[in-house]
Protein backbone atom coordinates (compact mmCIF):
# COMPACT_ATOMS: atom_id res chain seq x y z
CA UNK A 1 0.00 0.00 0.00
CA UNK A 2 1.58 3.18 -1.01
CA UNK A 3 1.24 6.03 1.35
CA UNK A 4 3.73 8.46 0.30
CA UNK A 5 2.80 11.94 -0.95
CA UNK A 6 3.00 12.65 -5.27
CA UNK A 7 3.22 15.54 -6.31
CA UNK A 8 0.29 15.41 -8.44
CA UNK A 9 -1.82 15.22 -5.65
CA UNK A 10 -0.90 18.50 -5.20
CA UNK A 11 -3.87 21.29 -5.56
CA UNK A 12 -1.67 24.44 -6.07
CA UNK A 13 -2.16 25.99 -2.50
CA UNK A 14 0.81 25.64 -0.40
CA UNK A 15 -0.52 25.61 3.20
CA UNK A 16 -3.35 23.22 2.14
CA UNK A 17 -1.03 20.84 0.24
CA UNK A 18 1.29 20.69 3.29
CA UNK A 19 -2.03 19.91 5.13
CA UNK A 20 -2.53 16.83 2.81
CA UNK A 21 1.13 15.65 3.50
CA UNK A 22 0.96 15.59 7.35
CA UNK A 23 -2.29 13.66 6.48
CA UNK A 24 -1.08 11.41 4.31
CA UNK A 25 2.21 10.96 7.00
CA UNK A 26 0.31 10.46 10.19
CA UNK A 27 -2.07 7.40 8.49
CA UNK A 28 0.98 6.15 7.11
CA UNK A 29 2.71 6.06 10.54
CA UNK A 30 -1.17 4.53 11.83
CA UNK A 31 -0.45 1.49 9.41
CA UNK A 32 3.04 0.86 10.53
CA UNK A 33 2.56 1.24 14.37
CA UNK A 34 -1.26 -0.67 14.48
CA UNK A 35 0.88 -4.01 13.81
CA UNK A 36 3.76 -3.31 16.84
CA UNK A 37 2.86 -0.89 18.90
CA UNK A 38 -1.11 -0.69 19.11
CA UNK A 39 -1.28 2.35 22.42
CA UNK A 40 1.09 4.19 19.99
CA UNK A 41 -1.49 3.42 16.86
CA UNK A 42 -4.35 4.72 19.05
CA UNK A 43 -2.27 8.10 19.66
CA UNK A 44 -1.41 8.48 15.79
CA UNK A 45 -5.45 7.88 14.99
CA UNK A 46 -5.95 10.64 17.62
CA UNK A 47 -3.81 13.11 15.71
CA UNK A 48 -4.82 11.84 12.55
CA UNK A 49 -8.26 12.71 13.25
CA UNK A 50 -7.61 16.27 15.29
CA UNK A 51 -5.36 16.96 12.03
CA UNK A 52 -8.16 16.61 9.50
CA UNK A 53 -10.41 18.24 11.75
CA UNK A 54 -8.01 21.14 11.81
CA UNK A 55 -7.26 20.55 8.09
CA UNK A 56 -11.07 20.67 7.02
CA UNK A 57 -11.77 24.27 8.77
CA UNK A 58 -8.72 25.34 6.95
CA UNK A 59 -10.12 23.76 3.89
CA UNK A 60 -13.26 24.98 4.20
CA UNK A 61 -12.48 28.55 4.97
CA UNK A 62 -11.01 28.77 1.48
CA UNK A 63 -13.15 26.85 -0.38
CA UNK A 64 -16.40 29.85 0.56
CA UNK A 65 -13.62 32.43 0.11
CA UNK A 66 -13.05 31.04 -3.12
CA UNK A 67 -16.70 30.40 -4.09
CA UNK A 68 -15.93 26.62 -4.56
CA UNK A 69 -18.74 25.25 -6.78
CA UNK A 70 -19.74 22.02 -4.91
CA UNK A 71 -19.04 22.57 -1.61
CA UNK A 72 -21.86 20.96 0.51
CA UNK A 73 -20.74 17.62 -1.18
CA UNK A 74 -17.30 18.48 -0.57
CA UNK A 75 -17.99 19.12 3.26
CA UNK A 76 -20.63 16.11 3.60
CA UNK A 77 -17.07 14.17 2.18
CA UNK A 78 -15.28 15.47 5.20
CA UNK A 79 -17.88 14.25 7.71
CA UNK A 80 -17.82 10.66 6.28
CA UNK A 81 -13.82 11.08 6.40
CA UNK A 82 -14.28 11.73 9.72
CA UNK A 83 -16.75 9.16 10.47
CA UNK A 84 -13.95 6.39 9.07
CA UNK A 85 -11.26 7.86 11.24
CA UNK A 86 -13.46 7.19 14.27
CA UNK A 87 -13.55 3.52 13.18
CA UNK A 88 -10.11 2.83 12.95
CA UNK A 89 -9.55 2.56 16.77
CA UNK A 90 -11.90 -0.40 17.15
CA UNK A 91 -10.09 -2.04 13.88
CA UNK A 92 -6.88 -1.78 15.73
CA UNK A 93 -7.86 -2.88 18.77
CA UNK A 94 -10.47 -5.71 17.41
CA UNK A 95 -7.64 -6.52 15.16
CA UNK A 96 -9.37 -6.66 11.75
CA UNK A 97 -6.64 -6.40 9.70
CA UNK A 98 -9.01 -6.99 6.35
CA UNK A 99 -11.33 -4.33 7.37
CA UNK A 100 -8.20 -1.61 8.87
CA UNK A 101 -6.89 -2.48 4.96
CA UNK A 102 -9.92 -1.28 3.29
CA UNK A 103 -10.71 1.32 5.32
CA UNK A 104 -7.22 2.59 5.18
CA UNK A 105 -7.27 2.32 1.36
CA UNK A 106 -10.82 4.34 1.17
CA UNK A 107 -9.03 7.07 3.47
CA UNK A 108 -6.38 7.28 0.57
CA UNK A 109 -8.36 7.27 -2.15
CA UNK A 110 -10.11 9.66 -0.81
CA UNK A 111 -7.22 12.21 0.29
Known amino acids: ?3 KWKDEYSIG ?5 GHHKRLFDLLERVVQDRLSD ?3 AYKLIDELRFYAV ?3 AAEEKE ?3 LGFPGIDHHLAEHKFFEKYVSELK ?8 NLFSS ?6 SWL
Open 1 to 3: MDL
Open 13 to 17: NEVLD
Open 38 to 40: EAE
Open 54 to 56: YHF
Open 63 to 65: MRA
Open 90 to 97: ELVRAKHA
Open 103 to 108: TVLFLM
